[in-house]
T-cell receptor, first 110, second 112 residues
Framework: QKEVEQNSGPLSVPEGAIASLNCTYS??????FFWYRQYSGKSPELIMF????GDKEDGRFTAQLNKASQYVSLLIRDSQPSDSATYLC??????????FGAGTRLFVKA | DVKVTQSSRYLVKRTGEKVFLECVQD?????MFWYRQDPGLGLRLIYF???????EKGDIPEGYSVSREKKERFSLILESASTNQTSMYLC???????????FGDGTRLSIL
């Protein structure tokens, strides 16, 4: 069974701090990795995707991928209360399947 | 921007009814997906379609069927609704299966 694991949280950080969200996956052959943000009662919204080892930055968000250790992380700099949401890690494991983690709840305190 | 539209945001049905959930995308994507999302369980794939009239079972297809008669439209059918199918249902599309999926707003379905 291919798995994607995330800490369910909640992760609580003060406004302006860096939030660090982590995800591990079991299928070593995975090639595509995604982070989605999901507000309560809403659908997932793509934030970042990363295909290669290393860091990828987009505004306040940085995705980090380490295929050797089989983990992917999302850093949110200068966290804002509007960043409070559940963050889903997703991994394309091959074929037609993308496996989603259960999500980490982030709470940014004003 | 990709637009994925689900026909209903909220739906209440009774056990034993046949239920249709509709999804339309406007980006000519080949691939469309149906998921259900339950607290603590994440998104679970029900069915996937990679072309008109082509489909693959996901992880939890029991009690569901799908129809894709046109490229832009992917329908999920609950043949005989049961209370354990009460859930949030999410439709998504993507140009290739290794690329990001774009989600509709979701349908919160309650079976009484």
């Amino acid at each position: 069974q291919k798995e994607v694991e995330q800490n369910s949280g909640p992760l609580s950080v003060p406004e302006g701090a860096i939030a660090s969200l982590n995800c591990t996956y079991s299928d070593r052959g995975s090639q595509s990795f995604f982070w989605y943000r999901q507000y309560s009662g809403k659908s997932p919204e793509l934030i970042m995707f990363i295909y290669s080892n290393g860091d990828k930055e987009d505004g306040r968000f940085t995705a980090q991928l380490n295929k050797a250790s089989q983990y992917v992380s999302l850093l949110i700099r200068d966290s804002q209360p509007s960043d409070s949401a559940t963050y889903l890690c997703a991994v394309h494991t091959g074929g037609f399947k993308t496996i989603f983690g259960a999500g980490t709840r982030l709470f940014v305190k004003a | 921007d990709v637009k994925v539209t689900q026909s209903s945001r909220y739906l209440v049905k009774r056990t034993g009814e046949k239920v249709f959930l509709e999804c339309v995308q406007d980006m000519d994507h080949e691939n469309m997906f149906w998921y259900r999302q339950d607290p603590g369980l994440g998104l679970r794939l029900i069915y996937f379609s990679y072309d008109v009239k082509m489909k693959e079972k996901g992880d939890i297809p029991e009690g569901y069927s799908v129809s894709r008669e046109k490229k832009e439209r992917f329908s999920l059918i609950l043949e005989s609704a049961s209370t354990n199918q009460t859930s949030m249902y999410l439709c998504a599309s993507s140009p290739q299966v290794s690329q990001p999926q774009h989600f509709g707003d979701g349908t919160r379905l309650s079976i009484l």
